[in-house]
């Protein structure tokens, strides 16, 4: 039943703020797991569909804070902005909670979190804003903003704790909902794919902005494909809507027969898959966890990616290849992502046996290493730090 805010209470005991869906559904993990120890808490924030399921109030949707890109992102600036600083105000200093949980977005969360702390509210933060990675200066603005920063990746606590910043392991929400072995059987009868075809799972990606920049180069990738695999077949998984149908109207006629296209269901089409073609994001540590030879790419605006070319620290963009700390799987960014280049690792990630069998096999040591309760563990962490 949802929480309300009632006059005689006007703070909450836990507010809340979230980006995207990811994150909306991290942050359910954990406040469902607190609401079944203390059902008579009021929690209000940032709030997506599965927080609002499970009692939330929000004062704002999730929805409003999923915007793309540091050139993309200057459009909504004003919005948000005024957004953050009504929060700030309610939560600072005219509505004050017993903690605020931040979750992922740290662009937006990590100045409210600073400003709500520093008058006096404890704050976590749940995943780590990736500075192994790129922007290594944000470090110190989380050891400002954050009372303790609940980590997504087994490597991470070790760092933070290394700069001061209290930090907790709670393993990757995502990972208990993959099996750790994968039959495609099942999931080809699921989606009434043939069973007896060699598949590529192509995702170009969940946001419009994605799908405009790798479809193209992804359609015309299987083009090439299909000249060394005539009988190859492609299946993509897509949000339902206006994308999925614009996406349909891109792929050309000769190869309609080959492509299916699917509304949502992405894990059910990598798990049916030989092989994935994919965005960089969320979905490649998704294909890991399937345990699935993949190429990675990823393209974006120009001015974009000349803000973030230089910001970065590792020489990959991959989850998987991070969390290894190689290039277990090739990853084609910008202009390295065309037709040509991404058949060629495609095609040796369809054939080579030994690399499937060696791909499998990490990927699973990786799987059961995120295999953790996650959303007790935050729910005990959270709960501790607001009591301090």
């Not at 609002?52 to 004062?59: D, F, N, P």
Request: proline share 8%; glycine share 6%.
């Amino acid at each position: 039943m949802p929480n309300t805010l009632s006059s005689a209470r006007a703070s909450a005991d836990v507010a809340i703020a979230v980006g995207e869906a990811s994150g909306d559904w991290i942050g359910a993990l954990a406040i469902d797991s607190l609401l079944k120890q203390h059902a008579d808490w009021a929690i209000e924030g940032i709030a997506g569909p599965k927080l609002r399921e499970v009692g939330v109030v929000a004062l704002h949707q999730s929805e409003e804070l999923s915007v793309r890109g540091y050139v993309e992102v200057l459009r909504h600036l004003p919005r948000l902005l005024r957004m953050r600083r009504g929060l700030m105000q309610r939560w600072a200093v005219t509505n004050r909670p017993r903690v605020l949980v931040g979750v992922d977005a740290p662009d937006f969360n990590l100045k409210l979190e600073q400003v709500v702390r520093a008058a006096g509210v404890p704050t976590v933060q749940v995943v780590c804003p990736s500075i192994w990675a790129w922007r290594r200066e944000r470090i110190h603005t989380l050891k400002q903003a954050c009372s303790h920063v609940l980590c997504i990746f087994p490597f991470e606590p070790t760092l933070l704790k290394a700069a001061g910043i209290p930090a907790t392991y709670i393993g990757h929400p995502m990972a208990p909902l993959v099996p750790e072995h994968i039959d495609p059987r099942s999931y080809r009868c699921a989606l009434g794919l043939d069973q007896t075809a060699e598949y590529v799972a192509i995702l170009p990606g969940s946001r419009g902005s994605e799908v405009k920049y790798l479809g193209p180069v992804f359609i015309q990738t299987a083009v090439e494909l299909l000249k060394h695999k005539p009988t190859l077949q492609f299946v993509t998984p897509l949000p339902p809507g206006s994308l999925l149908e614009e996406f349909k109207q891109f792929i050309p006629e000769p190869l309609k027969p080959h492509w299916t296209v699917v509304a949502g269901r992405s894990h059910e089409c990598m798990a049916a898959a030989n092989a994935v073609l994919l965005a960089s994001g969320t979905a490649t540590l998704e294909a890991m966890m399937f345990k699935k030879p993949m190429v990675i790419a990823y393209k974006m605006p120009w001015l974009s990616y000349q803000w973030m070319k230089n910001k970065g620290y590792l020489p990959y963009v991959g989850l998987p290849n991070i969390l290894l700390n190689r290039f277990a799987v090739p990853e084609f960014i910008q202009d390295a992502a065309n037709p040509r280049d991404l058949c060629k690792a495609v095609l040796f990630q369809l054939d080579d046996e030994r690399n499937r069998q060696q791909l499998e096999q990490v990927f699973l040591g990786q799987h059961q290493a995120l295999l953790q309760p996650s959303g007790d563990i935050a729910a005990d962490v959270i709960e501790r730090v607001m009591r301090t």
